[in-house]
């Protein structure tokens, strides 16, 4: 119980870094400034959209856990 409990709060973690990298990308703190500006919202864009994702199927793995664990 205690590891998912960790793997959850590092999926969350890990989510969040890559939603506040993307953001970083797009205000132009992480790529250097002789980059393209197409490609720093590109991948800034890129970087939030996965943070999002993450989001949603760990949310969504964790609600078929515990309709599982209600079914049983």
Do not use: D, H, W
């Amino acid at each position: 119980m205690k590891l998912q409990r960790a793997l959850q709060i590092f999926s969350y973690s890990a989510a969040s870094i890559f939603t506040l990298c993307g953001v970083a990308v797009l205000s132009g703190y992480l790529i250097p400034v002789y980059i393209p500006a197409k490609f720093k919202i590109l991948f800034g864009i890129v970087l939030i959209l996965y943070g999002i994702y993450r989001v949603v199927i760990i949310r969504t793995k964790n609600k078929a856990k515990n309709s599982e664990r209600e079914f049983i």
